[in-house]
């Protein structure tokens, strides 16, 4: 209950900016505009969210024979968290990581990287997975991948409102498009800040109750620490190239804006914490 109602509020923060950048483009016609946008947005991300964050995430589906290792702990995990066997997903990048999408667990995928499976040994591969799975098992994943729509459209928008202002198509005068530029500036910077935020104000949460749920799954919270360990250390050595927008979705945020400000805004708790509350201490 309390997860739904942290959904709304959140969904209904980012529709909300979506509409004020709307208006203050073009006031009126701007805010049906964002309306609209919004509405075909919302729907369209309700079922093609999983897909398009699949194709940013560069992921390909993997095929039985490919990846037997990976199959027969996906369906193992799947049977003990008592939902359907999502589909498995590969990405051809060095950098360790993985992520789940989807709309609910009976229209799930899970991707993990070609890093992480050079990585980590059996137990903590199966501790990631079963993270995963937790995302799943708690219905964040659609969440997941309908914040990276709308966060990825409100950064989009606010670009559009900078250069139309900035050539004078914003609607307003000629002497005041000095000054529209400088707003749509501003809200070309704020904007995407603020959709940040929204998302801080729930992913955080979500990540450690993944974290309890996948340990549950596995009935060995040490795999996950190991892994998130590993991950967290080999992430930094070989930075993974993803969108801002998607940084929540993977199980430790990419460094996509530069070490600087994934520390200062990052979309997940600290990876010793993390591992604290697994297993009662810090071995990193």
């Not at 890093?115 to 997975?129: N, W």
């Not at 004078?168 to 070309?188: C, H, I, T």
């Not at 969108?243 to 199980?251: G, K, Q, T, V, Y």
Request: charged share 20%.
């Amino acid at each position: 209950m309390w997860n739904n109602l942290k959904t709304t509020i959140l969904l209904a923060g980012l529709t909300g900016l979506l509409l004020a950048i709307g208006q203050s483009w073009a006031g009126q016609r701007g805010l049906m505009f964002a309306l609209v946008l919004a509405a075909v947005m919302n729907l369209g991300s309700y079922f093609f969210s999983d897909k398009l964050a699949i194709a940013m995430s560069g992921a390909k589906p993997v095929a039985r024979e490919q990846a037997p290792r990976l199959y027969q702990i996906v369906e193992r995990l799947a049977a003990k968290a008592d939902i359907p066997v999502p589909k498995i997903y590969f990405m051809p990048t060095d950098s360790p990581n993985a992520f789940a999408t989807g709309r609910n667990p009976s229209h799930a995928s899970v991707a993990v990287t070609r890093g992480i499976l050079e990585i980590c040994d059996d137990e903590e591969i199966e501790g990631v997975l079963a993270h995963e799975l937790g995302h799943v098992r708690n219905r964040d994943i659609l969440i997941s991948a309908v914040v990276a729509t709308i966060a990825g459209t409100i950064t989009m928008l606010a670009r559009m409102v900078y250069y139309a202002e900035l050539f004078g198509f914003g609607g307003g005068r000629s002497d005041n498009r000095r000054g529209g530029a400088l707003s749509a500036l501003a809200m070309m910077i704020v904007a995407p800040l603020a959709a940040l935020l929204i998302q801080l104000a729930i992913s955080r949460s979500r990540e450690y109750e993944a974290d309890s749920t996948g340990a549950r799954i596995t009935g060995n919270p040490q795999g996950l620490a190991r892994a998130l360990g590993k991950i967290d250390k080999w992430s930094k050595r070989i930075p993974m190239q993803a969108s801002p927008s998607m940084a929540h979705m993977f199980i430790i945020q990419p460094l996509t804006a530069g070490e600087l400000f994934s520390s200062w805004f990052s979309t997940h708790p600290p990876v010793r914490k993390r591992i604290e509350r697994l297993i009662g201490r810090d071995f990193l």
